[in-house]
């Protein structure tokens, strides 16, 4: 029994009725649709963040139905926005099978994800804390949009900064493990304390794990059929190349260099050249190491227990894990 | 000053309002965002989803705060999922001006519509109606969603029914007028039978406005930038042609010549031909007057008076118009 099936066995049938929530509130009667959600359903994932949200639901505890619900709910806004997310970087494969926009075209890619959008929507409104969990999944949504724009706009000029930075990689994953580790806590009637920490741990989590995914885009071997250095191919600067330009006097160079890529594709190799002889990664790492820290210590507030050592041990995965 | 100018004097600072919640909810820190919304915001159309709602609010009365946000909810929504189907559809121009997605491509268009759709949920959700409404305008997102798949499924098959049709076209166009105008009821606390007549109203409306689109697709000119023949080229069995099919011995002959369009387009202008020689625009007029008259019916529970006359004025207005 590996970690995940673990955490999966110790969730026991609440994580069985969140997976019957997301199916059941994805049923439609028209037949396409239906077999789109299916291809979608059998490629899941590791579904990390319907685990933390339940984890928190669990440790805090009893797990209640709102708990499943803003589970599922924020299983299938990740959903959407990944639709979504392929159509925008007409991405051919996702974990290692053909996307949605490669198979149907970008039409039925968007539409199925403004679907599950929807059926999100739907879910949540149904729930007794509505009118407090609404409003913190918008704001998600409005963070996955706008940090996606931003990211874009910072593309085109190479002048992103480490807090442009920031901001970006919390919009685009950190927002939404927030949203789910909260909206647990309030599906258990947490104290304030007990919220506010749970969105910590969110946040800190999805910007580490974000980091992670960033630093082995320069780091990371091709398996799972994600290739490596597709961020500077598309003149995203990340905290690798952020670290390495910070107190360099080469960095007006390699900024303008960024500029040139579209241009000048052979860029690519000497800015990684330069990441790798200034230590950028081990640099970025260890910002990634804070991070972990910091939604560990977010813990605190929490008794000690299973649930909360698996958090732990979550946040620490993305020290080690290589894909 | 012509009838939606009319209109407008009409709705007076109401309508200010509901244009200064379009623009104040969608304000956003990054500029490549603040840019797209002005460049939508500019090319805005006729809005007929909040003038139609805010008519209703004001015959029905008196307008609320929640009216002008329900309004500008229903025009953010529907100008979310335009981004969408432009992406969907491929479409390079709208109203005569390039399209987001011909402009920036296909990601910036998504987002921008993943945005507004964000914004739009997050304006309802300040609203004392939010547990009424919210679901209403997730079940239209919804059937947006399913709609234009429902469409798309049948679109390779050649078999849609006037069923379908009339399933194709509530979902695509009808539940957005209807959700426009029930919760405009709501907002000012309709009776029962006033939100059921809203709701109606809202409906035929909309069913009546798409059948007319899909007519000038058969007999309209080229007017607004908008070709014609466009339907049929992708194979959408639209009212026209189910009209002229009806009854007649060819009817298996033509659905087939419909499958075979992708190899071979000259089958079009044939089956223009069979629906021009059996009638079938003559006859898709005639259930177009069923729906304005349906869509006149309901108002019937109202007072007469300025705002119910322009009601009826906009759903005769289907009747006459060429673009």
Redesign the interface.
């Known amino acids: 029994m590996n970690r995940r099936e673990e955490i999966i066995a110790f969730l026991g049938r609440d994580w069985d009725h969140v997976l019957a929530l997301i199916r059941s509130n994805l049923h439609?009667?028209?037949?396409?649709?239906e077999e789109?959600n299916e291809r979608i359903l059998s490629n899941s994932g590791k579904m990390l963040r319907p685990v933390v949200a339940m984890l928190f639901a669990r440790m805090i505890g009893p797990v209640s139905e709102d708990s499943c619900r803003f589970a599922a709910a924020a299983e299938m806004l990740h959903n959407a926005?990944l639709m979504?997310d392929d159509?925008?970087?007409?991405s051919a494969e996702r974990r290692g099978r053909p996307t949605l926009s490669s198979l149907l075209?970008?039409?039925?890619a968007?539409?199925?994800?403004?679907?599950w959008?929807?059926?999100a929507?739907?879910l949540i409104?149904?729930s007794a804390h509505?009118?407090d969990v609404?409003?913190l999944?918008?704001?998600t949504?409005?963070d996955?949009?706008?940090g996606?724009?931003?990211q874009?706009?910072k593309a085109g000029s190479a002048n992103t900064s480490e807090e442009d930075y920031l901001r970006i990689i919390y919009c685009k994953t950190a927002s939404l493990f927030s949203v789910a580790a909260e909206t647990a806590a309030i599906s258990v009637a947490a104290t304030p304390e007990q919220r506010e920490a749970s969105r910590a741990y969110g946040s800190a989590l999805g910007i580490a794990f974000q980091i992670k995914d960033d630093i082995l885009d320069y780091a990371g071997t091709d398996a799972l059929g994600k290739p490596v250095g597709v961020d500077l191919k598309e003149q995203k600067i990340t905290l690798p190349l952020l670290a390495a330009l910070e107190g360099s006097p080469r960095e007006n160079e390699i900024r303008a260099m960024v500029r040139e890529i579209p241009s000048h594709p052979e860029h690519c190799d000497a800015i990684r050249a330069f990441v790798a002889e200034r230590d950028g990664i081990a640099a970025a790492s260890r910002r990634l190491g804070e991070w972990v820290a910091r939604a560990e210590e977010a813990l605190d507030v929490f008794p000690d227990g299973e649930a909360r050592q698996m958090l732990v041990r979550i946040a620490r995965f993305n020290m080690i894990r290589e894909v």
């Not at 968007?110 to 679907?115: A, E, Q, S």
């Open positions: 439609s009667g028209v037949a396409l649709l789109t926005t979504h159509v925008a970087d007409e075209g970008p039409g039925p968007v539409l199925v994800g403004d679907y959008l929807a059926r929507v739907s409104s149904a509505r009118n609404i409003p999944f918008a704001r949504l409005t996955l949009a706008e996606e724009m931003l874009l706009e």
